[in-house]
């Protein structure tokens, strides 16, 4: 006979899990309000969303006030784990949901947005980054992560393109396998350690003194493989461009930041320790990662013909340069990724917008792709106003200064300097040199050439509506004024990662 | 003091938004007169400040905020007003007013009125920025900033190909540069540990003497591509397709004399290292005898004054090369002032001859413009270093310096150009003014600027005259900023002769031109006089063939071997080495399956050669931990 | 002899190869999809032997999630496969490359 269980509930800190639950009540909320009333107008529930979105950060506002008294909190049987990091990232998570998700009214209509299946799809996904990033139970995390992962292949696919179809089975597919490297990883480590929980882990294999090195590379080698897979770090990264130019230039600008940043405080946690426990092979491999991601990317970046693409092969560059600051691991580098990611997000926010707006609902004759270079030739002579926001993103993501990545490059590098990987430094820097060519290629276009074909003129800006103009308008406020916010921001990451021990 | 301070700095800044707000509407003739009052006020603030310091104030710091300060990282971002920084102030503030007060009727007619403030304005805070910095990351800023307001201005007409051409020339040269600098200032924080002047400066003499060459060959060639020195000076002639203001402010009086300005703040540096200095002096004495040849014969009016910018430059290298910091910067600001008066001369004949630069196509403007010729011949005589204009003093220090520290080659190759320059520029000046009316053959009716012109050029006429007077002055302010010294001839024969041969030389210049240029039936070259056909004259009118040499040698090179990159290298050895890495891991397949991408069976192959490569380092580092004892006793055994 | 946990371990491993040679050797989706059930599944033979062997029910806890993201799993791929289905008439890889580069 079992014994009866009892726990009391004050012990399991339910409050843990309120950043969590308000997405996934909102979700449930807009299916059942379509179930009442379908036929509602879609801004609707864009509304809800934000408005659930909105009360997510207020519960993780109530979270990190809890945490600056009482430091990091643990609930829901230690299954739960609410520290600086995790709630760092959810911020950065809620608040690029929020800012991406006013980008589904536009003046065009795009189907899925009258479904109130995307919505709720969106939220679900939310609530599974959320719960990946506030856990260090292997079992959470890939629950989270397939949470959110299943949402994000059906949201692709619901832009109901062929290409959308194709990019969202490659993309699940791969996930798939992906999903199966990260198991196993996890049951090398359970095999080995007895525990599913990170820090136990740590705990007992810093105890034994790593005595089953090959077992633990092992399942190092998996659990990494899985991460590079969400990371998209070379040779995983296959599904990143196809993948961004299957799905809406608003849904891919997404995935470039949210999903990544769940996957980068995994990839903290998770290879962290073993960097510090003096793995010289674990640290190698990432520097092999992390350098080869940076460079080829940019170079495939090069000689791509669609600006979409070209953003893709650039957000894989991005990534490999942050994993460079989880494979240098000082306090100092994990706020120089958080840092980044948070002006990333504003930059990147506001160049696939700008891509967004000129999207048209069906191709010209004579079109193969929704946003080749020629569609933005001589954009300044019909449009410069929109011609110079593009340039000021592109701009800010070459890491021209004063502008925002400008300063999540320096702080980067000058961490790994500090950190004393001189030559590392070095590579980020020439890479950021190679990645101007390409950001500088669009702008020669837009400024410099004239017009191949006149029909673009009509096309470019024609999705534009008063919500992505506040949008845009809001990337180029944080993509300008970064310097202000920059100093301010770094106490206050720096602050919340320090306390977590990170 | 720290107020004026900051209206010197923002009031610039605040213009440009202003005008940046009206960018997409009509012209609005407010736009121009707000942001030229905008400017005044930096002008007047600098002006205060000036007196301040000249009173024995001391310079003034302000910290306006720190960009970052966390680790081993602390870039505060902050401004400096000391005697080097005042002095580029009252220069860029003064002319930029006059261009700003000038452009209102120049940009009369023009469509884009508002947005040509806006970046002229940038511009001016850019430049402010770049002077004012106490450290070499906001000099750097401001660099890129002009760069960028350059780019924006020279480019301002768009629509014209030529236009575009020559924003994009000179952006690209000086990215070239800009790297080296970026080079030179990464040197500087590796070794010092900071950007501060003060706290660099303090720590280069504990440097070793190799990296201080580094460092300043580096910083150097930022400086070449800024101010256009040879090899990367094509962009200086090709940007005068801006409008004529922005030639006179940007092309003349300030951008190109950042160089000058990084050389002249860095002189700490460049003084522990006489012999890069020396190549600078050289180099520049080079470019002032190569730029005035090419002067020569040019038939394009502002062409003509850019390569006398060239010209002057290379002057002001030499001087500062030479570790004569204090002359180099006093020709500059003289130069400032002659040479935005002569541009803006330039831009009345322009307007007056509907665009027309080809001077053998004007002469006899003398009557119908008589203030422009007085203007422009004034700024002629003070560019020829005639007594006792602006020109004769700073130009003259330079000879002396030359001359007092034994680089007689310097001094001659000086001393011919001071001669050269005097033909070129009364060349231009009798074809322009005197002779006959060759003009009403191609049908222009000239006609005088707007009075309101000419009174905002006024202060320059006034300044390109008796700035010299100052010297005195000018040199007791900078005196210790500068380590400056007195460079004196000691045998005052020698001296006399020197001056009095010199203006003779470049009387006897003036009077040839005016004698060849000034007489009647000139005709407009057509090609097929003697002197057109001779190779000389070929050599130098096609400006020694180097634009022809770097469009042949780098640029069709480059754009093919980018061409075979991408065909050759890219389509075929990169995809070939992909697909044939794949080929070897998965030769399980008897067929050749399509490797290429954008199949997802080879992208899931992908992945599993990631995990295998992984697995196969985790399985070695596995075994060789396991059997560590027997590896390292077989290593012994091999003797390793 | 007796079977213990080094058996069901190298079951695990054998089955998840077989796994991995599926998924990259099959060309039609319906078969890659199979195989990476058996990738999943193989986990949970492992996590179960291992759990057992340590007496201690988190192991089983992972492999019921494992199952239950499987299903759900399957039930999003098997989703997008018949909407492919339905516009291509075929569900061979080979066709879905339409981008690339």
């Known amino acids: ?502 | 003091m720290e107020k004026y301070l900051y209206i010197a700095l923002f009031a610039p800044l605040v213009s440009s938004l202003f005008s940046a707000l009206f960018t997409a509407q009509k012209k609005k003739q407010f736009v121009g007169v707000i942001a030229s009052l905008l400017i005044f006020t930096a002008f007047a603030s600098s002006t205060v400040l000036l007196v301040h310091i000249l009173n024995g104030g001391e310079p003034i710091h302000v910290t306006l905020m720190t960009w970052m300060a966390t680790g081993g990282l602390n870039i505060p971002f902050g401004f400096v007003v000391d005697e080097v920084s005042v002095v580029m102030m009252m220069v860029v503030t003064l002319v930029s007013t006059v261009v700003h007060i000038y452009s209102n009727g120049y940009m009369d007619h023009d469509k884009s009125f508002n947005r040509f403030f806006a970046w002229l304005s940038a511009f001016v805070f850019s430049m402010m920025v770049l002077v004012m910095s106490d450290n070499y990351a906001g000099l750097f800023i401001g660099w890129e900033g002009v760069g960028l307001c350059s780019w924006g201005l020279i480019g301002f007409w768009y629509n014209k190909e030529s236009a575009t051409w020559a924003a994009n020339e000179a952006f690209i040269m000086n990215r070239i540069a800009d790297l080296g600098m970026l080079i030179g200032l990464f040197l500087v924080y590796w070794n010092t540990g900071t950007l501060q002047y003060e706290e660099a400066f303090a720590a280069f003499p504990g440097l070793d003497h190799a990296t201080l060459v580094w460092i300043g060959i580096f910083l150097f060639i930022g400086a070449m591509g800024k101010s256009a020195q040879f090899p990367l000076h094509t962009w200086l002639a090709d940007a005068m397709e801006g409008p004529t203001p922005v030639s006179a402010l940007i092309h003349a009086a300030t951008m190109v004399t950042a160089g000058v300005y990084l050389v002249i703040r860095s002189h700490p540096l460049y003084d522990l290292i006489p012999n890069v200095g020396l190549f600078i002096a050289s180099l520049g004495a080079f470019v002032a005898i190569f730029a005035a040849s090419m002067a020569l014969v040019n038939r394009d009016m502002k062409r003509i004054i850019a390569y006398s910018t060239l010209s002057q430059l290379g002057y002001m290298f030499a001087a500062a090369g030479l570790g004569a910091y204090w002359v180099a910067l006093f020709h500059l600001m003289a130069h400032a002032f002659f040479k935005a008066l002569l541009f803006l001369g330039a831009g009345n004949v322009m307007h007056a001859m509907h665009d027309e630069l080809d001077p053998f196509k004007m002469g006899a403007l003398k009557e119908k413009m008589k203030w422009t010729w007085i203007m422009m011949t004034i700024a002629s005589f003070a560019l020829a270093g005639v007594f006792p204009l602006a020109g004769f003093y700073s130009k003259d220090a330079i000879l002396e310096v030359g001359f007092v520290e034994h680089h007689y080659i310097i001094y001659t190759v000086l001393l011919v150009t001071a001669g050269l320059t005097a033909f070129y520029s009364f060349r231009l000046v009798a074809l322009i003014f005197h002779g006959e009316d060759r003009y009403t053959l191609f049908g222009i009716h000239p006609h005088e600027a707007y009075k309101f012109m000419l009174w905002a050029m006024s202060p320059l006429l006034i300044l390109a005259i008796i700035a010299g007077a100052f010297q005195h002055t000018f040199f007791e302010l900078v005196e210790e900023a500068l380590n400056a010294v007195h460079y004196h001839i000691h045998s005052h024969v020698t001296l006399w002769i020197m001056i009095i041969g010199t203006q003779a030389f470049v009387l006897a210049s003036i009077f040839y031109a005016y004698k060849k240029y000034a007489r009647k039936g000139i005709k407009v070259p057509d090609g097929t006089s003697e002197t057109e056909q001779s190779f000389l004259y070929k050599l130098l009118y096609n400006q020694y063939y180097i634009p022809y040499f770097y469009d042949e040698y780098f640029v069709k090179p480059y754009r093919e071997l980018s061409s075979i990159f991408w065909k050759k290298v890219d389509l075929k050895v990169v995809d070939a080495t992909v697909d044939g890495i794949a080929k070897v891991l998965y030769s399980t397949g008897s067929a050749t399956r399509g490797m290429q991408s954008g199949n997802l069976s080879t992208m899931l192959r992908w992945m599993v050669v990631g995990l295998v490569v992984l697995l196969m380092i985790a399985v070695a580092v596995g075994l060789a931990a396991r059997y560590s004892a027997e590896l390292s006793q077989f290593l012994a055994g091999l003797g390793v | 002899m007796e079977i213990g946990l080094n058996h069901y371990l190298v079951l695990a491993t054998i089955l998840f190869g077989i796994g991995l040679y599926g998924v990259m050797r099959r060309k039609n989706l319906l078969m890659l999809f199979f195989a990476t059930e058996i990738l999943l599944n193989s986990v949970n033979i492992g996590f179960a032997a291992i759990s057992h062997y340590y007496a201690d029910l988190t192991g089983q806890m992972f492999a019921f999630f494992v199952i239950a993201i499987a299903a759900s799993e399957v039930a999003v791929g098997l989703g997008l496969l018949i909407v492919w289905y339905k516009r291509h008439n075929s569900i061979d890889l080979d066709e879905m490359s339409v981008m690339r580069g």
């Open chain 1, 1 to 502: 006979m079992l014994e009866p269980v009892n726990v009391s509930l004050e012990s399991l800190n339910l409050m843990t899990l309120a950043p969590m639950l308000i997405p996934i009540v909102g979700a449930l909320l807009i299916l059942v309000v379509d179930l009442f009333k379908s036929n509602i107008d879609k801004s609707l529930y864009v509304m809800l969303s934000i408005l659930f979105l909105f009360t997510d950060f207020m519960a993780l506002a109530g979270s990190s006030s809890a945490f600056m008294q009482n430091g990091t909190l643990l609930g829901l049987f230690d299954v739960m784990l609410v520290d600086g990091l995790a709630i760092v990232s959810q911020f950065i998570i809620v608040v690029a949901s929020m800012l991406f998700i006013p980008l589904a009214l536009t003046s065009k209509r795009f189907h899925e947005f009258s479904y109130p299946e995307f919505f709720a799809l969106f939220l679900f996904m939310i609530a599974g980054f959320q719960f990946m990033v506030a856990t260090d139970n292997l079992i959470l995390i890939f629950v989270g992560l397939e949470t959110a992962s299943l949402s994000l292949y059906t949201l692709i696919a619901m832009h109901n393109r062929e290409k959308s179809f194709e990019a969202a089975v490659k993309y699940f597919t791969m996930g798939a396998l992906a999903a199966g490297f990260y198991s196993f990883g996890s049951m090398i480590f359970y095999a080995v350690t007895g525990s599913v929980e990170i820090n136990q882990i740590a705990t007992v294999l810093v105890a034994n003194g790593f005595s089953d090195i090959g077992f633990v590379m092992v399942g190092f080698a998996f659990i990494l493989a899985s991460f590079a897979f969400k990371l998209s770090l070379v040779p995983f990264h296959t599904w990143a461009p196809d993948v961004y130019e299957g799905s809406s230039a608003a849904m891919a600008g997404y995935m470039s930041i949210v999903p990544k940043i769940a996957a980068f405080i995994v990839a903290m946690r998770f290879f962290e320790f073993l960097i510090h426990s003096g793995l010289v092979w674990v640290e190698a491999i990432l520097y092999v990662f992390v350098v080869v991601t940076m460079t080829a990317a940019n170079l495939w970046a090069l000689v791509q013909t669609d600006v979409k693409r070209m953003l893709a092969y650039s957000s894989i560059s991005h990534a490999g340069f942050a994993m460079a600051a989880v494979m240098i691991g000082t306090t100092q580098a994990n706020t120089a990724l958080l840092l980044y990611w948070v002006l990333f997000t504003f930059t990147n926010l506001g160049s696939f917008s700008m891509l967004w707006i000129s999207r048209q609902k069906k191709m010209l004759p004579g079109q193969n792709s929704d946003h080749s270079y020629e569609k933005f030739a001589g954009l300044v002579q019909s449009s410069p106003m929109a011609a110079t926001i593009m340039a000021l993103f592109m701009l800010s993501l070459a890491g021209v200064p004063p502008f925002a990545l400008f300063w999540g490059k320096m702080y980067l590098i000058s961490a790994a300097v500090t950190s004393g990987y001189t030559v590392l430094a070095l590579i980020m820097a020439l890479n950021s040199a190679i990645a101007g060519y390409y950001y500088l290629k669009l702008i020669v276009y837009m400024f410099m050439k004239d017009p191949v074909d006149s029909r673009y003129e009509k096309v470019i800006g024609s999705n534009l509506s008063l919500s992505l103009k506040t949008i845009i308008g809001i990337a180029a406020v944080g993509t300008i004024f970064a310097f202000i916010a920059v100093d301010p921001l770094l106490q206050a990451i720096g602050g919340f990662v320090y306390n977590s021990g990170y």
